[in-house]
């Protein structure tokens, strides 16, 4: 029951202009609803609502989504706070919103993301050192931002795995 209300929750501080989770109804199965991935014992593992014109903020409750192990939430317009933390949390797309603040320290909690987009969004500032125990972290994105080009030699264990991702750090 805690999925469903933490689901509802969500559609509820949303605006949804276009219907698009008109199918998120307490009368049928959550893992039927649009852009809602289920494993085989119901648990809500991935969540993509991108590029469906919403509007509005991530309600907390999405913390109750435990097993939520990916998180997409690209081209919408959707803005702070960011997401709560999600330990199962191995991918989260944040990109082509309108998040307006710093790097959200929080998310440097989130110490099982493998991937990392906030690409194009408001954020400014510089990354916080905490972001160091992201250390699963294969993919950071956040291009179109407005951050400090100070980037710290000791960012990752093993920078040479993100060879190729460090290039669109400040694209």
Not at 34 to 40: E, F, K, L, Q, Y
Not at 153 to 170: K, M
Request: net charge neutral; with cysteine; aromatic share 10%.
């Amino acid at each position: 029951m805690a999925t469903y209300r933490a689901l509802l929750s969500l559609k509820s501080s949303l605006d949804d202009p276009d219907s698009r989770l008109s199918s998120w109804t307490p009368n049928t199965r959550h893992c039927t609803w649009a852009g809602v991935t289920c494993d085989s014992h119901n648990h809500v593992t991935s969540l993509d609502l991108s590029g469906l014109n919403l509007s509005g903020y991530l309600s907390p409750d999405i913390a109750f989504l435990v097993y939520l192990s990916n998180l997409t939430l690209a081209e919408n317009n959707l803005f702070g706070p960011n997401p709560p933390e999600i330990s199962a949390l191995r991918l989260l797309n944040l990109s082509n919103n309108v998040f307006n603040r710093t790097f959200p320290p929080e998310l440097s909690n989130l110490t099982n993301l493998r991937v990392l987009d906030l690409y194009n969004n408001n954020l400014t500032g510089v990354l916080p050192v905490s972001v160091t125990h992201m250390t699963n972290l294969r993919h950071l994105h956040l291009g179109g931002r407005k951050f400090s080009r100070k980037f710290l030699q000791f960012f990752f264990q093993n920078p040479a795995t993100l060879a190729d991702d460090i290039q669109t750090l400040y694209s």
